[in-house]
């Protein structure tokens, strides 16, 4: 842990997390970058697993809902990947001691699984590929359910970091 | 009486002292609810938009495909407006001088007009033209993004 400790503190102390943290501007657009960037990729990842559980769009197939809203969710993907390092290097040695911190990173672990076991698995099976049902198979809206659960936790923890 | 007196009979009201008293926690719920509700109304303008763009569900019609997207929008911003209510009550005294939380104030007005002036309209017409969407998409994005990153920047600046 010291050494984690270490290298945060030499990440936020380098010229580059020192310049980031004490900007009047960059910081507060990284922040609310990262923001609208979840708003594209969990946002719309939560509108395909209300679909997934028979909530939302029951009219449309859900394989069609999900091959063109999953490359939009990959760019929002990416915004908040490139934003999150950021905004870890310029806070980095008080966000590395924050109890939300691990729990965050297992529970992004987490909803990263699933999210593959989805796209690898249960969505290329005949059974959700060629299915125009309004309510899916029970493993696919489990899925959904737990996709949902999971990125809600992901954003409360994420939040937590500025309290614990 | 002037605005700060106001503010501070607010902050001083029993909700206000209630909220600014409570565990920190308190807040920090009410931030979740905050941004919780208002990433679902992003996400439902983003989709709409999308749709409006034809890049997604072209094929469905747009009165159709915005029904439900727009029951989001409205669930996600009374979470969204309740909570951040509660958070000003508080302590208006520290907010209502904060330029972020003004400008943030000023795209949140402008973005209900927008919403129900024009946004709500357009998407009832079933072919609207290309000019016409593209001043809706392009002014959703401008509001309702300009809300969240002046929002985001109220304790920075």
Known sequence: ?164 | MSAVDVLTSLQNSFLGQAIGQSNHLVGATAQVFHILGFIFLLAAVIFINLRLLGLVLPNVPLREVSKQPIQFLWGGFFFASVSGLLMFISVPTLYYANPAFISKLVLYGLAIVFQLALYQRVLKTEHPSKVLVWVSVALSFFLWFGVGLTGRAIGYV
């Open chain 1, 1 to 164: 842990m010291s050494t984690l400790l270490e290298l945060a503190q030499g990440l936020q102390h380098s010229g580059f997390g020192t310049a980031l943290a004490e900007s009047r501007y960059a910081f507060p657009l990284i922040e609310g970058t990262h923001l609208i960037g979840l708003s594209i990729s969990v946002g719309l990842i939560f509108l395909i697993d209300l679909r997934l559980v028979g909530l939302f769009l029951r009219q449309v197939p859900a394989h069609t809902l999900l091959r063109s809203l999953l490359p939009i969710v990959l760019w929002g993907f990416a915004l908040i990947f490139i934003t999150g390092v950021l905004l870890f290097i310029s806070e980095a040695d008080t966000i590395i001691v924050s109890p939300a911190f691990p729990v965050k990173l297992v529970l992004l672990f987490l909803g990263g699984l699933n999210a593959l076991y989805f796209e690898f698995k249960l969505s290329r099976e005949p059974a959700f590929q060629s299915n125009t049902a309004a309510i899916l198979p029970d493993k696919v809206r489990y899925s959904g359910f737990a996709s949902l659960a999971l990125w809600t936790l992901v954003i409360i923890a994420g939040r937590m970091l500025a309290y614990l």
